[in-house]
């Protein structure tokens, strides 16, 4: 059974640091690419960040870059997600996921979704 696991999310005051994991099982860790996401309250889920198989191409949404990095480790099957100087803003479920093409924004290209884990960032 294919899955994914994430975990790593809390409560952070504004200005401070997480790093999220996501473990994969199965043949999930061979996607093309890995991307995270994050659902705040009453507002659609959406794109935060991918990484390509190789780790050597990233995306990220407009609003995290310079704060955020994304990276995997293929070799323990996990996809990162440090976050730095967190806002308010960023306050949300983020979810990983696997894609079934290349490095992509799109979430209608990823096709299996971890449970989700909760950053609370309080100003």
């Known amino acids: 059974q294919v899955q994914l696991v994430e975990s790593g999310g809390g409560l952070v005051q504004a200005g401070g640091s997480l790093r999220l994991s996501c473990v994969a099982s199965?043949?999930?860790?061979?996607?093309?690419?890995m991307g995270w996401f994050r659902e705040a309250p009453g507002k659609e889920r959406e794109f935060v960040a991918a990484v390509s198989y190789s780790g050597s191409i990233t995306y990220y949404a407009d609003s995290v870059r310079r704060r955020f990095t994304i990276s995997r480790d293929n070799a323990k099957t996990t996809v990162y997600l440090q976050m730095n100087s967190l806002q308010p803003e960023d306050t949300a479920v983020y979810f990983c996921?696997?894609?079934?093409?290349?490095?992509?924004?799109?979430?209608?290209?990823?096709?299996?979704w971890g449970q989700g884990t909760q950053v609370t960032v309080s100003s």
């Open positions: 996921a696997a894609s079934r093409i290349t490095v992509t924004r799109d979430i209608s290209d990823y096709h299996t």
């Open positions: 199965g043949r999930t860790f061979s996607s093309p690419a």
